[in-house]
């Protein structure tokens, strides 16, 4: 019998990973691009946004493995095949959207020489511009997805829970599991 909630590392994980996620697309789309490159405050967001995104690389490679060793639930149903079909797709697009996010950070960090100027105390200034780097360029474009696939997956989770009423909430959230 499948159990009635996902296992409570699971719901942790998820739940500090939608933080992340959404702290980091907002950190990359309004504080770092709004933030000259000659600025220190520059420097000290892009610290804390480069930890973050290592931190979310972390969690999620945590959470394959727990989830491969975990029962889950069976998977929601809509009572539309294809909105099933669509809800099981959005799931894929968002690890591998994520995974892809921490690539190309990681690539960007590496090609400009990020990790000994933010964190090494080399004193080197910021590059002028990161658009030719091609990952940061691939960056930008998977921030865009990602903020898309993660807004649809909330609004579906909403409809679930207030519009087919089916506590569809529950099973990723704190409780008890049955099952």
């Given at each position: ?53 290592l931190l979310i690389l972390t969690l999620m490679v945590i959470r394959f493995a727990v989830r491969s060793f975990t ?61 030719i780097y091609t990952p940061r360029v691939a960056h930008g474009i998977i921030a865009k997805l990602l903020l898309a ?31």
């Amino acid at each position: 019998m499948s159990p009635s909630r996902y296992h409570p590392t699971l719901v942790v994980l998820h739940w500090l990973l939608a933080f992340l996620v959404i702290f980091s697309l907002g950190m990359g789309t309004f504080v770092l691009t709004a933030l000259p490159n000659d600025s220190p405050d520059k420097l000290f967001a892009l610290g804390g946004h480069m930890v973050a995104g290592l931190l979310i690389l972390t969690l999620m490679v945590i959470r394959f493995a727990v989830r491969s060793f975990t029962q889950k639930p069976q998977p929601a149903s809509t009572g539309n095949p294809l909105l099933d079909k669509i809800a099981v797709l959005n799931h894929y697009a968002l690890y591998l959207l994520v995974i892809l996010m921490a690539a190309s950070g990681i690539a960007t960090s590496v090609q400009a020489g990020l990790p000994d100027i933010v964190f090494g105390g080399s004193g080197a200034p910021l590059p002028d511009s990161f658009a030719i780097y091609t990952p940061r360029v691939a960056h930008g474009i998977i921030a865009k997805l990602l903020l898309a696939i993660v807004a649809l997956h909330a609004l579906a989770a909403l409809y679930h829970q207030f519009v087919r009423k089916d506590n569809l909430l529950a099973r990723m959230w704190f409780g008890q599991r049955s099952g």
